[in-house]
């Protein structure tokens, strides 16, 4: 199972507490923001080249885990 804890931290000193990829400013919600505007994983990773494909599957998995809790 992938573990998604061990990519994304929150620090309320880093973008007013929002949840980033460790080691980053780049919030999980940017990242989420790309892909739902039809940027691919390998545009991301042109783009931002200190991120990775594990990375990017955590904030997927971050903002699904959180929004099946608020279906529930």
Known sequence: MFNYIKYI??????????????GTRIAVDDVNNWLANCMSIHEIISDFP??????????LQFNFNNNLKDLI
Do not use: H, S, T, W
């Not at 200190?50 to 904030?59: D, H």
């Open 9 to 22: 931290e929150i620090d309320a000193n880093i973008r007013f507490g929002k949840p980033i990829l460790k």
């Open 50 to 59: 200190e991120l990775n494909k594990n990375q990017i599957i955590a904030c």
